[in-house]
């Protein structure tokens, strides 16, 4: 079946440490992105990619790098830059042309202490 | 920027009772999807809708893209305690790179 899985479902760290969140799509999508939703809140969008090896900044990139080096997978660095990186961050993809949407993962849910 | 804004907030509703809630803009928008998201979970899709005036079922839910092309409207039948979550509006405009996500409307089902 395809789909988009993020992984760790939960990640602990300490202040001041960067962190990995890892995205792989097998939707053969070319687009990809990165959100960060906080409690009670609605979805920001951090960086996205519309083909590989190309990315964009998104509304809150301050904190945060991605790369992109295959189609497939969209790793979004939280860097120690980020004054408040606990959130629940979640990855999607879509086509180029984004006809039908995106589609998420079923997120990440980071805490620093 | 383009904004969505989604109404009620939040709800609270007997199960059982129908549910209506909708999203607006001040800019057009030239598709409408409409997502829940389960707690802890990432949004799933329900409804997409692509030409102004359209209306889809899928289930017990009813979507409509609004005439003026600014405005989207979901509809719930009968609601049962699964149907708890947030649902998220999203629109994409003519010259919109990527989709934009209203804030939400969280709904609870009482017993």
């Known amino acids: 079946d395809g789909g988009i899985t993020q992984s760790p479902k939960y990640l602990f760290r300490k202040e001041g440490q960067n962190v990995t969140l890892s995205c792989e799509q097998n939707?053969?999508?070319?687009?990809m992105y990165w959100y960060r939703q906080d409690p009670g809140q609605g979805l920001r969008l951090i960086y996205y990619?519309?083909?590989?090896?190309?990315?964009q900044k998104g509304d809150i990139a301050e904190g945060y790098s991605v790369s992109r080096e295959k189609k497939e997978s969209f790793p979004l660095t939280v860097t120690s830059a980020q004054k408040n990186p606990t959130a629940f961050y979640l990855c999607?993809?879509?086509?180029?042309?984004?006809?039908?949407?995106?589609?998420f993962g079923s997120g990440t849910r980071l805490t620093v202490v | 920027g383009q904004q969505l804004n989604q109404s009620p907030q939040s709800m609270f509703i007997q199960e059982g009772e129908d549910v209506s809630m909708n999203c607006t803009s001040s800019s057009i928008f030239n598709t409408w999807l409409w997502y829940k998201q389960d707690p802890g979970e990432g949004p799933v899709l329900l409804i997409a809708?692509?030409?102004?005036?359209e209306l889809t079922s899928n289930g017990r839910l009813t979507a409509q893209f609004g005439i003026t092309r600014k405005d989207s409207f979901l509809n719930i039948s009968a609601s049962i305690p699964s149907d708890v979550g947030i649902y998220f509006c999203a629109g994409l405009s003519n010259y919109g790179q990527n989709f934009v996500f209203g804030p939400g409307t969280r709904l609870s089902v009482l017993p």
């Open positions: 999607a993809s879509s086509t180029f042309d984004r006809a039908g949407g995106y589609t």
């Open positions: 990619s519309q083909i590989v090896n190309d990315f």
């Open positions: 939707l053969n999508h070319d687009a």
């Open positions: 809708l692509y030409k102004a005036g």
